[in-house]
């Protein structure tokens, strides 16, 4: 089954930077809009942004809005999400996900999905 | 913001039918999509749309509306079956994606 391979994480210091990568083997990225998805310990889901195909058009989560910023290399076929003045509560396992598309009609849905990369923030 | 209000748990014998229900106010005029996310795996998309199912989800698994609340069923349940599920939606104007809380099925 396809998935995405996501990789960046690690150990941080609160305040300090971190920057993620989804990488997509056998997926060419540039046709769908792409997710950032976290799940904080013991807790559910929680999306954090999006970006459109043509990487135009970008959508935060309350919670990482002014930190956080997606973006998208589709020469590379790469997906980024660069983690500024992170905090305790950015503790989380961090998804990347493609977006749901089915004969060109693409919905709200996410289909592929990596298995995570684990960012702890912490001093 | 939105939210979205599922069980936390949901309890089945094998064979029996697990069904798990998730409301919120974007419902009505939104798509609800759910998840099934078991402990170090990937998620998967198990019903797009309310009631579609992807190519190599299992029958057994369906999805209804009804106003305010989506429903998840998945008519004899399996004990691989056992996981988390979330349903998931967007505001009306589809720039802010939110998660329900989660329900945990629990195959006895």
Same mark, same amino acid.
């Given at each position: 089954? @396809?998935?995405? @391979? ?22 060419? =990225?540039?046709?769908? !809009? ?7 310990? !013991? /807790? !559910? =889901?929680?999306?954090?942004? @999006? ?24 020469? /590379?076929?790469? =997906? ?5 003045? =992170?905090?305790?509560?950015? *503790?989380? @396992?961090?998804?990347?996900? /493609? ?9 709200? !849905?996410?289909?592929?999905?990596? /298995?995570?990369?684990?960012? *702890?923030?912490?001093? | 913001?939105?939210?979205?209000? #599922? ?22 005029? #939104?798509?609800?999509?759910?998840? #099934?996310?078991? &402990?170090?795996? &990937? ?34 349940? #399996? &004990? ?8 998931? %939606? ?12 989660? %329900? ?5």
């Amino acid at each position: 089954q @396809v998935q995405l @391979v996501e990789s960046g994480g690690g150990v941080v210091q609160p305040g300090r930077s971190l920057r993620l990568s989804c990488a997509a083997p056998g997926i060419i =990225l540039r046709n769908y !809009g792409m997710h950032w998805v976290r799940q904080a310990p !013991g /807790k !559910g =889901l929680e999306w954090v942004a @999006v970006i459109s195909d043509d990487g135009t058009k970008k959508y935060y989560g309350d919670s990482v809005k002014g930190r956080f910023t997606i973006s998208r290399d589709n020469s /590379k076929n790469t =997906l980024h999400l660069q983690m500024n003045s =992170l905090r305790a509560d950015d *503790t989380a @396992v961090y998804f990347c996900a /493609k977006g749901h598309c089915l004969n060109s009609n693409c919905d709200f !849905g996410m289909d592929v999905w990596g /298995k995570g990369t684990i960012v *702890t923030v912490s001093s | 913001s939105y939210e979205l209000t #599922q069980p936390p748990s949901v309890s089945v014998s094998p064979g029996q039918t697990a069904t798990i229900t998730c409301s919120g106010d974007p419902l009505p005029n #939104q798509f609800a999509y759910w998840y #099934q996310l078991r &402990a170090g795996q &990937a998620p998967i998309l198990v019903i797009y749309k309310d009631t579609e199912r992807p190519s190599g989800i299992p029958e057994r698994f369906s999805g209804s509306s009804s106003v305010t609340t989506v429903t998840l069923t998945i008519t004899g349940v #399996q &004990a691989e079956d056992e996981a988390d599920y979330y349903c998931q %939606t967007t505001d009306i104007s589809g720039t802010y994606w939110v998660f329900g809380g989660g %329900t945990k099925l629990t195959v006895l």
